[in-house]
Nanobody, 121 residues
Framework: QVQLVESGGGLVQPGGSLRLSCTAS????????MGWYRQAPGKERELVAT???????NVVDSMKGRFTASRDNVKNTVYLQMNSLKAEDTAVYYC???????????????WGQGTQVTVSS
């Protein structure tokens, strides 16, 4: 089995910062891309950022300059540093990873359970 576990969400005031973490564990042979998505109430899930296995990052244009994604391949962990948070950043943030298990030759996507980020004064 493979699990993705997020942490670091919470309540923060506008203009504040949070750092989310997501660690993959289990029967993992290799991890390709890891990333973050978010889903606000009443809206569809949207991409926030991705990080490839060689460390190349891509942050959605609307969040560039405020959000930074990074990764620690030794720890199988991806991070999302969020600065200058706004009320509209309030959402459940989900971790996503493209993983090959030891028992498979294929990669498949896995999701974390999500962590709530609330930006409010």
């Amino acid at each position: 089995q493979v699990q993705l576990v997020e942490s670091g969400g919470g309540l923060v005031q506008p203009g504040g910062s949070l750092r989310l973490s997501c660690t993959a564990s289990g029967s993992i042979f290799s991890i390709n891309t890891m990333g973050w998505y978010r889903q606000a109430p009443g809206k569809e899930r949207e991409l926030v950022a991705t990080v490839t296995s060689d460390g190349s990052t891509n942050v959605v244009d609307s969040m560039k300059g405020r959000f930074t994604a990074s990764r620690d391949n030794v720890k199988n962990t991806v991070y999302l540093q969020m600065n200058s948070l706004k009320a509209e950043d309030t959402a459940v943030y989900y971790c996503n990873a493209l993983i090959r298990r030891h028992t498979s030759v294929y990669y498949q996507y896995y999701w974390g359970q999500g962590t709530q980020v609330t930006v409010s004064s």
